[in-house]
């Protein structure tokens, strides 16, 4: 290994690794969309004729009758412009789609993230801190069994009970955090509560695992050896050390999460980006798959860099090399 | 029909119950806003170029044709044309314009405005999916600003219907200046107009100088908006009805086992009505064993049409043939007069055995993605077709590429749903004559061309009549795919929804004369 | 003990103490237990399943549990008990399959970068970053569209996703043992490199991977379930669990059975594995990380 990096040029490293990642990842799904049989074209000229000479015609005015790298390349030097280029199925631009979406995402994304950590962190810190062998193996069974439910089907349990049965909260509306504060967090519950559960186990697991860690660690025996109340060593000292690879798991979980969750979006009927997503891959519309490709692959990257962020802040000591 | 009685009856105990206390049906209100729940999505908005389901749903309130179909009676009736004329030699199309009807910018829909939509529709420009349906037009000259004449190439029987088509909806003259991009703002003369748009939630809101009037007199329509919202999860969509975030729920997904689920929950009302779609089970001609008609007679005999409609329509379907049951005046063949269409498992595998497959075949059987029936159909299919020594793989694939699959031929067998039509000339001739637009089977057969062509140009309602009822024998004897159930259709509206009326054409116009009571 | 098999691998050791191990633990003897009924059930379907498991009895849809069907029919009128033991068949084989897949490549990728180092290493690990930085689901769902859904289409999508944890795994023990003397030895005496990764290396890597493994069989059943959820993995009318949820939601008010049970069956299954990964996983390392998907 060279000499120690510091701290900044690693993380312009990692900046700069971001365009040739993001480029590998366009064309690469870009490439592989192409192989898929149908297009846009044939999509949108539907089932009322099988006239060639028409779907001949569309296809010129989509661009597709370019080979793939010629469209690729248009694709590309666009969007360096700041242009997402337009829906082929709803003629509609692209970035207009995307800002429908996101909101949706951004907020279920951090709504679920939220509830993850108001569950994980006190019981993962009772797990991790009580002396109680019974109450450390129900935790642990409770946590394996949370990461053990598909969140299809907790999905549709929740809104049979609470929507359905006890009709406590709306099916369908969602309306925004920016309009409706109360509302929308009131709406939003089911959902993130269904995307929260197996990451919540999952946090919940990796504070428990970090706390049995520095338990033992010398300083913070030193830290009781003082005669330091119990709550306050819990707190000053082990939970700051545990929760670098806690920040770890949540910066994956959110760089996850912020992608859409496919599944939660569409037992739940909402119309953010992992939805939008799977209707581009099933209706062949490019630029919109393209334009989602890009959003996650952004997002896990710079939550990434952002933990590693975090990560200096929380212990000083780490130094990239 | 046996579900038409049962509507009728329900309807008629329904007015005895109210009769006690009330002697007349409570007088329409105007006000409110109809939340619509859908489950696909809403995508172009362009009358002449959509294709999907739900875009067409939505443009069914803002824009018109010249006539309309009557969405219970299904009959042809005036609508932008107030009234027309065909010449001797039934090739000049004569019409005269209403005077009252607007486009949503104020200007009077007139002659020219209809020249112009029928020539946008057939510009090659336009890549209208619509174009193939009016190629008998020959041409569409303005005679005077209300009296439009269309001349037509050759004898086409089913041209008024063609005209009664959303898809064929009048634009106004340079439309696409006027509208700037039609694939998501609009510029039409129905009762509703684009407020919001989005490919989940459209909103409408009434036009005030909309032309039609009830009976009453009262100005058409009812309510101040009508909001529609995609779901594309039938059961949640079930969920937002009984939650009662929405008034009425209809299209794919809501069918009779959805409508089961909602039967127990107070004020919710159950529509149906026979639909003039019917599911089919494709078959293409040119891959080896079906090109043999014995293995295709033999599919139709293997086929118990009467259990497959218990289990995945829970009885509530009609085994019928070429022509919709519902439309009677076409005297539609009853199951028990076509041919292939008694289940007999053994005369099929006598049939395979005669065109060389003792031992039975294997083909593949591909649902469409988006009828959330077909897959169901497929499976039940699987079942029926393994006893008489068929194996079916069924190959689920995704939208895109079975379109792509459909459009080249390319599948043994497909399950999907084809659009009705009230004129067995629009419901039958693209599907099945050689040169139709959407003969993806490969199906030539000379004698049913002979008869779909004689019958295209007989005008003669007797003599063409005369004519359906060989070629539906022939059809059904040549199987060029399985006609498989004209199911009912469902929708289901919140006790407040007062005048809506389900038609068998899937049409929302209806929504115009639907209101609701506080 | 746990400490000395992961952290310091002074002499090449078989992982042959593992299963030893795990039966001290109570946590992984449940698990055991619970896998033994799971894999039981699945390898003897076509006894146990009082009905073939496509079999429709147009009568008898949507009958509650009983006598005739114990846990039920579907829409169809099928018997849900031999679904869902048929559905296990499939779950575990595309589940074990697709796991078996992402240790041969991705391990062997792990292995080859660690060992041979310099631009080899540097190559293929950012593919593995690459190929770990696309959003999982949308990978797997793309490369079913493409290839067209099927048991085997799912086996790769599921496998492909998971190969950079196993190549991340894989070469971490790698860079390590390689610097350690006797396997420098070993190099010295001109041993060829395959045989010193076999003999000296694969042991070392292989208790880590064989932990991550269990781990991942556990996300590998919650991810095909959530792909035939979808509709893009196992074909009807052929059982998965997780079309059998997708397909009973549409009917949960007339019968949750439909729904109930086959989503029953997938927790039982994958927590069987959670059991078992979580306890080697602690007697291994208790600060070994688990690696979490999403579903």
Redesign the interface.
């Given at each position: 290994m060279d000499e120690p990096l510091t701290v900044q040029r690693y993380l312009l490293q990692r900046l700069l690794l971001l365009g040739p990642v993001l480029f590998v990842v366009s064309a690469l799904v870009f490439s592989l969309v192409h192989l898929i049989p149908g297009d846009p074209a044939q999509v949108l000229l539907g089932f009322e004729n099988t006239d060639p000479e028409q779907l001949e015609r569309l296809r010129r005015d989509l661009g597709l009758d370019r080979p793939v790298y010629v469209q690729y390349g248009r694709w590309l030097s666009r969007v360096l412009r700041g242009d997402l280029g337009t829906s082929a199925r709803t003629g509609r631009p692209v970035i207009g789609l995307v800002r429908e979406a996101l909101p949706y995402t951004l907020e279920l994304a951090t709504y679920a993230l939220v509830l993850a950590l108001a569950l994980a962190l006190p019981l993962g810190t009772l797990a991790g801190t009580t002396r109680s062998r019974l109450a450390d193996a129900a935790m642990q069974l409770l946590t394996l069994l949370g990461l053990s439910l598909p969140a299809f089907w907790v999905g549709a349990m929740l809104i049979l009970l609470f929507s359905v049965h006890l009709r406590w909260f709306p099916v369908l509306t969602f309306p925004s955090f920016t309009q409706a504060p109360l509302a929308s967090l009131w709406s939003f519950f089911l959902p993130a509560l269904t995307l929260a559960t197996s990451n919540a186990a999952a946090i919940t697991r990796m504070v428990r695992a970090s706390l049995v860690a520095v338990r033992h660690e010398e300083y913070i025996k030193v830290a009781r050896a003082k005669g330091l109340r119990e709550g306050l060593v819990v707190r000053r000292h082990m939970l700051k050390n545990a929760l670098i690879p806690v920040v770890t798991l949540v910066g994956i979980i959110a760089g996850y999460l912020l992608g859409g969750s496919i599944v939660v979006e569409q037992v739940f009927a909402i119309p953010g980006v992992g939805r939008m997503g799977l209707l581009a891959i099933v209706q062949r519309d490019y630029p919109v798959l393209q334009a989602v490709v890009l959003l996650v692959t952004v997002a896990f990257v710079l939550v990434n860099l952002a933990v590693d962020l975090f990560y200096v802040y929380l212990d000083p000591r780490i130094r990239y090399g | 029909m046996r579900a038409w009685r049962v509507s009728v009856v329900a309807a008629l105990l329904f007015a005895l119950a109210l009769g006690g206390a009330q002697a007349q049906v409570p007088a329409p209100q105007r006000g409110g806003t109809l939340r619509v729940g859908i489950t696909q999505e809403i995508l172009n908005l362009d009358p002449h170029v959509a294709t999907a389901f739900s875009s067409i749903q939505v443009l069914d309130l803002v824009y018109e044709s010249l006539l309309r179909l009557n969405p219970r009676t299904l009959e042809l009736e005036p609508n932008l044309a107030q009234s027309w004329t065909v010449s001797a030699d039934g090739l000049e199309y004569t019409f005269t314009l209403r005077r009252d009807a607007t486009f949503h910018d104020g200007s009077a829909v007139d002659a020219s405005d209809v020249k112009y939509t029928i020539d946008r529709i057939l510009d090659p420009n336009t890549k209208s999916p619509q174009a193939s349906f009016l190629a008998p037009v020959k041409e569409v000259t303005v005679v005077s600003p209300f009296v439009v004449k269309i001349t037509l190439k050759q004898l086409t029987a089913s041209f008024l219907s063609l005209l009664a088509a959303t898809t064929r909806g009048i634009v106004p003259l340079n439309f696409e200046e006027k509208v700037g991009d039609p694939k998501v703002k609009t510029l039409g003369s129905g009762p509703y107009q684009l407020a919001e748009f989005s490919s989940s939630a459209v909103r409408l809101v009434r036009y005030d100088r909309y032309w039609r009037k009830d009976a009453q007199g009262t100005r058409l329509p009812y309510a101040d908006s009508v909001v529609y919202r995609v779901i594309p999860d039938a059961a949640t969509l079930r969920a937002a009805l009984r939650a009662g975030e929405l008034d009425l729920i209809i299209g794919f997904g809501v069918d009779v086992t959805a409508t089961k689920a909602l039967a127990g929950v107070p004020d919710l009302r159950i529509h149906s009505v026979p639909d003039l779609s019917y599911s089919l089970l494709g078959i293409q001609h040119e891959r080896p064993p079906f090109s043999d008609v014995r293995v295709r007679q033999a599919l139709s005999l293997a086929v118990d049409r009467k259990q497959l409609i218990d289990v995945v329509y829970s009885g509530r379907g009609a085994v019928a043939g070429p022509i919709p049951p519902t439309l009677r005046e076409w005297q539609p063949l009853p199951a028990s007069q076509l041919p292939n269409y008694r289940p007999d498992a053994a005369r099929s595998r006598e049939l395979l055995a005669q065109a060389g497959h003792p031992r039975g075949i294997s083909i593949k059987m591909m649902p469409i993605p988006t009828v959330p029936d077909a897959v169901q159909i497929a499976q039940v299919l699987r079942e029926q077709l393994a006893r008489a020594g068929v194996t079916v793989e069924i190959e689920q694939v995704d939208f895109a590429t079975f379109l792509a699959r459909w459009r080249g031929s390319q599948f043994d067998t497909f399950v999907s749903l084809n659009g009705g039509a009230i004129d067995p000339d629009i419901h039958l001739y693209r599907h099945i004559h050689s040169t139709g637009s959407t003969n993806v089977f490969k199906f030539r057969d000379a004698g049913v061309d002979r008869l779909l062509d004689q019958a295209r140009n007989t005008v003669d309602p007797a003599r063409r009549r005369e004519l359906y009822a060989q070629a539906q024998r022939a059809i059904a004897e040549r199987v060029p795919f399985l006609f498989l159930a004209y199911a009912d259709l469902f929708a289901v509206t919140r006790a407040p929804v007062q005048g809506f009326v389900l038609s068998s054409t899937r049409s929302m116009a209806p929504l115009a004369e639907t209101w609701m009571s506080r | 003990m746990a400490d000395v098999l992961a952290v310091a691998p002074a002499r090449p050791r078989r992982p042959r103490t593992l299963p030893a191990l795990a039966l001290r633990s109570p946590?992984s003897l449940v698990g055991l237990g619970v896998l033994l009924i799971v894999v039981t059930l699945a390898l003897l379907a076509p006894v146990l399943a009082p009905y073939p498991a496509?079999?429709?009895h147009?009568l008898d849809?949507f009958r509650p549990p009983g006598r005739t069907y114990w846990l039920g029919t579907d829409?169809?009128?099928r018997d849900l008990l031999s679904r869902i033991l048929y559905g296990y068949r499939t779950s575990l084989v595309v589940a074990g399959l697709s796991v078996a897949f992402a240790v041969l490549v991705g391990g062997s990728l792990g292995i080859a970068a660690g060992y041979a180092g310099g631009a080899w290493d540097a190559g293929i690990m950012r593919a593995m970053?690459?190929l770990f930085?696309?959003?999982?689901?949308?990978l797997a769902?793309?490369i079913v569209?493409?290839l067209?859904?099927g048991t085997l289409t799912t086996l790769l999508a599921i496998g492909l996703v998971y190969v950079p944890i196993f190549a991340r795994i894989a070469r971490g023990p790698t860079l390590v043992v390689k610097e350690q003397a006797y396997v420098e030895a070993a190099r010295a005496l001109g041993q060829r490199p395959l045989r010193i990764v076999l003999r000296h290396i694969a042991p070392n890597v292989s208790t880590p991977i064989f932990v991550q493994a269990t781990i991942s069989l556990?996300t590998a059943l919650?991810f095909e379930?959530?792909l035939s959820?979808?509709?893009?993995g196992t074909?009807?009318?052929y059982p998965s669990l997780?079309l059998m949820?997708?397909e009973g939601?549409?009917?949960?008010?007339?019968s949750?059975w439909p729904?109930?049970f086959p989503?029953a069956a997938?927790?039982l299954a994958?927590?069987g594995f959670?059991?078992v990964g979580?306890a080697l996983q602690e007697l291994l390392d208790?600060?070994l990380?688990?690696t979490?998907t999403?579903?």
């Open positions: - | - | 946590k496509t079999e429709m147009a849809r829409f169809y009128g970053d690459i930085a696309f959003p999982v689901l949308l769902i793309t569209v493409i067209g859904p556990a919650l379930a959530a959820f979808l509709g893009l074909q009807p009318p997780g949820v997708n939601r549409n009917y949960l008010e007339l949750p729904t109930v989503g997938i927790i994958v927590l959670n059991l979580d208790p600060r990380r688990p979490w999403s579903s």
